[in-house]
């Protein structure tokens, strides 16, 4: 390969060789996985639960259903669906096996672990058969894919028909002023808050940056379009803080 032919992605405001991001990804959440739910509870004051209930009642998880929830990380996305919908099972995929540790432990602690399996893997590379899931989440873990159009397209392939993608992300602020000063709380306190609970002022410079450089709300649904999905549609959390956005394999 030529230089010319190297080719580039972001990892937060950094431009990196696309070959070099999930290595760099994978080392933040190494760093901050046994800190990661407490960082979560403190950062947003526990608004991610209120965010993760929302996508819950929008989703309404029936009984039996087959979950697949990429990056799933801890397991709060999966833990929330199997307590709504009776006899269904859950498979968290993640690329950083100590995040699916932590998981774990917490699955065992909910009595849930049964209904759960655990998988290392990649989103651009689901591996799983066409047509196997009722269900497809991501929660925070797009904005951090390096080709998020090949995630989506693994996330059309794994569902079967009928089937129902969810992704929980942050978004972007309709309002000018609104995301001027959520830049300023964004940029001068999580970073500074990393470093003071979790030791790692980095890996929470990363989340800002990556957060700012994820694609508003009309995009992303574009791209989702583009993937298969019929029917998209999105709402907003907070504000715009954060979006759900949701998508059919008609
Ligand atoms: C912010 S955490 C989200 C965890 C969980 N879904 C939640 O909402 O709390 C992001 C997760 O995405 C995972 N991840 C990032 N890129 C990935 C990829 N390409 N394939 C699978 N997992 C990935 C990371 O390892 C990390 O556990």
Redesign the pocket.
């Known amino acids: 390969m030529t230089e010319s032919d190297t080719r580039t992605t972001h990892f937060g405001f950094k431009t990196v060789e696309e070959d070099q991001k999930?290595g760099m990804?994978?080392g933040?959440?190494t760093r901050v996985?046994n800190r990661?739910?407490i960082m979560?509870d403190v950062m947003s004051a526990g608004i991610?639960r209120l965010w993760?209930d929302a996508m819950m009642d929008w989703l309404a998880p029936r009984p039996g259903q087959k979950l697949l929830?990429?990056?799933?990380?801890?397991?709060?996305?999966s833990f929330r669906f199997l307590k709504r919908a009776p006899g269904a099972a859950a498979t968290v995929?993640?690329?950083?096996e100590s995040?699916l540790v932590e998981g774990r432990k917490r699955a065992e602690a909910e009595s849930l672990a049964e209904q759960l399996s655990w998988v290392a893997?990649?989103?651009?590379a689901l591996p799983f058969q066409d047509n196997t899931f009722d269900v497809y989440?991501?929660?925070?873990?797009i904005?951090?894919?390096?080709r998020i159009q090949d995630?989506l397209s693994e996330a059309y392939r794994v569902l079967k028909p009928g089937g129902r993608l969810m992704v929980?992300e942050f978004s972007q602020l309709p309002n000018p002023a609104l995301q001027w000063a959520y830049d300023r709380y964004s940029f001068n306190v999580i970073p500074a808050m990393g470093q003071i609970v979790a030791g790692d002022r980095d890996s929470y410079q990363y989340?800002v940056e990556s957060i700012r450089r994820f694609p508003d709300q009309e995009t992303f649904a574009g791209m989702i379009r583009a993937a298969g999905f019929e029917q998209v549609k999105y709402r907003n959390l907070t504000m715009g803080v954060a979006a759900l956005h949701s998508g059919w394999k008609i």
């Open positions: 999930a990804v994978h933040v959440f996985a990661y739910d979560n991610h993760k929830d990429v990056a799933g990380g801890t397991g709060d996305v995929l993640d690329m950083t995040m893997g990649d989103a651009m989440t991501i929660s925070f873990g904005r951090n894919v390096t995630a929980l989340l």
